[in-house]
Every structure is written in structure tokens, then in C-alpha cells.
């Protein structure tokens, strides 16, 4: 049996972790740490069905209370903007953008009827 616990890794069909688990486990079941009895012992890192369960409600309801605060953050972020826009730097931001546009607009008024023609020549 010890001629079976250590293999050599020319093996290329496994994992060498699985082959390190597999040379952890014989070398725990040799040293006193039998297993209790019972049902399949899960391997060591591994988790039962109920810490697995136990783990899944945990998760969830740690989304649930996340969820909620969230909300609660997103609701704060809202009623800021909404006082941000009531500004006097906003609204004069705002202005000066509206007036930016009108000069704009007023600009290309005033160019109609100024192009230049040229004789002989397509425009594309």
C-alpha cells in the first residue's frame, strides 16, 4: 500500500492537484484520523449539504438587506440631483448654453445669401 500512495506523476489522464489530494488523504487515513463512521465523510475543504444550504440562506439574505440599502442609496442620489438642477450655477450653466445655441443659430441666419459661386465649378 505505501508502493500506491506514491505514485509517480507520469499519470498525464490526472489533475496533479487531484493526485495531491489523493496522496493527502492516504497519508491522513495512515496517521490515527480514521474516519468516524457514519455516512460518505465529505473530503477535507469540501462542504455538507446542510453548511451548503446554511451557506445559500446566508448569501440571500445578505442580497435581500443589500437590496435595501441600495435603494435607500439610489432615493439619496435621486434627491440630490434634483436639488442640484436648483442651483444658481446650474441655471446660469444652463443659460449660457440656451444663449450659446441662439448665437449659433443667429450666425448661420445671418450667412444665408453669402456663399461664394464659382463660375464653372460643381458643388459636390
Request: aromatic residues 2%; hydrophobic residues 35%.
Given at each position: 500500500?505505501?508502493?500506491?500512495?506514491?505514485?509517480?506523476?507520469?499519470?498525464?489522464?490526472?489533475?496533479?492537484?487531484?493526485?495531491?489530494?489523493?496522496?493527502?488523504?492516504?497519508s491522513g487515513s495512515g496517521s490515527g484520523?480514521?474516519?468516524?463512521?457514519?455516512?460518505?465523510?465529505?473530503?477535507?475543504?469540501?462542504?455538507?449539504?446542510?453548511?451548503?444550504?446554511?451557506?445559500?440562506?446566508?448569501?440571500?439574505?445578505?442580497?435581500?438587506?443589500?437590496?435595501v440599502v441600495d435603494t435607500a442609496d439610489?432615493?439619496?442620489?435621486?434627491?440630490?440631483?434634483?436639488?442640484?438642477?436648483?442651483?444658481?450655477?446650474?441655471?446660469?450653466?444652463?443659460?449660457?448654453?440656451?444663449?450659446?445655441?441662439?448665437?449659433?443659430?443667429?450666425?448661420?441666419?445671418?450667412?444665408?445669401?453669402?456663399?461664394?459661386?464659382?463660375?464653372e465649378h460643381d458643388k459636390i
Open positions: 500500500m505505501a508502493d500506491d500512495a506514491q505514485t509517480p506523476p507520469a499519470q498525464d489522464d490526472k489533475n496533479p492537484l487531484d493526485v495531491l489530494e489523493e496522496l493527502l488523504k492516504d484520523s480514521g474516519s468516524s463512521g457514519g455516512a460518505a465523510p465529505a473530503k477535507e475543504g469540501e462542504l455538507t449539504e446542510e453548511e451548503l444550504a446554511q451557506k445559500r440562506l446566508e448569501f440571500e439574505q445578505k442580497k435581500a438587506d443589500q437590496a439610489i432615493e439619496k442620489q435621486k434627491a440630490l440631483l434634483e436639488t442640484i438642477t436648483q442651483t444658481p450655477a446650474y441655471q446660469a450653466r444652463v443659460q449660457q448654453e440656451e444663449a450659446a445655441v441662439e448665437q449659433t443659430v443667429k450666425n448661420e441666419e445671418a450667412a444665408v445669401g453669402f456663399d461664394i459661386k464659382q463660375l
